[in-house]
């Protein structure tokens, strides 16, 4: 038997449909002009990797994420990106200190800045005090 050489998108009317390649498993397959996936499990397999790669953090993360940006948008007015404000003000809201941030040096005083969406703590000389950042002003 001869082997028979498939083009990718041509149609073939034995075949009852265009061959195509999975691009997930790599089996040929033939059927309907625009189908890309062999089955239904290579379709669901794409799909999910789509959404889980523009999802950096985990569902409980987003939340304290969220909560502690909130945390500090109330706290800004305060500090407005300049006055200290003594760090136990955190600790009578309910700002998660174990929760993601994005991390951040100071590059006059080399001190961290831990940002919270579009709110940030820059941490001052003194450990006692922090200075509540927003995004906009920094940029
Ligand atoms: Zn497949």
Known sequence: MEEIKYI????YPKKGGYYHICPVC???FFGRENKVYCNDKCRYHTNNLIAKSG?????????ILKTNSLVLKSLYPISKGIKPIDISK???TNFDGAGPFRLEKDPITGKDIHWHHSYGIKYTEKNSEIIILKKDENN
Request: aromatic share 10%; glycine share 16%; charged share 40%.
């Open 26 to 28: 790599g089996e040929d």
């Open 90 to 92: 955190l600790g009578r």
């Open 55 to 63: 999802r950096c953090y985990t569902k409980k993360e987003n939340n």
């Open 8 to 11: 990718v998108g041509k149609y």
